[in-house]
T-cell receptor
Framework: GQQLNQSPQSMFIQEGEDVSMNCTSS?????WLWYKQDPGEGPVLLIA?????ELTSNGRLTAQFGITRKDSFLNISASIPSDVGIYFC?????????????FGKGTKLSVKP | DVKVTQSSRYLVKRTGEKVFLECVQD?????MFWYRQDPGLGLRLIYF???????EKGDIPEGYSVSREKKERFSLILESASTNQTSMYLC???????????FGSGTRLTVV
């Protein structure tokens, strides 16, 4: 199946630092989604992007839908310990009746207090 | 608050057992999905359903089947559980247009 290229795979940062991660694909998507997953839990939606070029913020999180529709990035400003977790990007192709998501493999974020 | 509920958080089953994983959503979503998640492999789609009694194979359907008798409920069935099916299983649902993509909390299945 298809996969998105998500990088970096993992990050170890100091509390207060900014974080940036991105996803690229050879396919064009209609929607980009960013999720966070805590250990033992399901992914929780952070930000949804629906238009090429769209820049959306959710608190300290900012995400952008690339102009080419083949990429997206997520930034976290002034990281705090509870930001720890795995962040997933997902591209959505819809049309017809499926609405199937294609996932990146995740970025594991560790934050040192 | 909209929800996707998976019936069990943790399950331990024996090799060869028939296993049912249940998922219920309260958002009147048309589409429902079953994924498994393994370290280093990410999320992989097992099956999805876009309507009652309809199902489509995902990327890794072997060893699994599904049932969608009601719109709100999507069941994943392991006909004869094997140790390589030990994994985290995640259910998700979305509207027909792909909006509101929501995951359940997951079921961690161990097959011994």
């Amino acid at each position: 199946g298809q996969q998105l290229n998500q990088s970096p795979q993992s990050m170890f940062i100091q509390e207060g630092e900014d974080v940036s991660m991105n996803c690229t694909s050879s396919s064009i998507f209609n929607t980009w989604l960013w999720y966070k997953q805590d250990p033992g839990e399901g992914p929780v939606l952070l930000i949804a992007l629906y238009k090429a070029g769209e820049l959306t913020s959710n608190g300290r999180l900012t995400a952008q839908f690339g102009i080419t529709r083949k990429d997206s990035f997520l930034n976290i400003s002034a990281s705090i310990p509870s930001d720890v977790g795995i962040y997933f990007c997902a591209g959505l192709l819809y049309g017809g009746s499926q609405g199937n998501l294609i996932f990146g493999k995740g970025t594991k974020l560790s934050v040192k207090p | 608050d909209v929800k996707v509920t998976q019936s069990s958080r943790y399950l331990v089953k024996r090799t060869g057992e028939k296993v049912f994983l249940e998922c219920v959503q309260d958002m009147d979503h048309e589409n429902m999905f079953w994924y498994r998640q393994d370290p280093g492999l990410g999320l992989r789609l097992i099956y999805f359903s876009y309507d009652v009694k309809m199902k489509e194979k995902g990327d890794i359907p072997e060893g699994y089947s599904v049932s969608r008798e009601k719109k709100e409920r999507f069941s994943l069935i392991l006909e004869s559980a094997s140790t390589n099916q030990t994994s985290m299983y995640l259910c998700a649902s979305t509207s027909r247009q792909g909006l509101g993509y929501t995951f359940g909390s997951g079921t961690r299945l161990t097959v011994v």
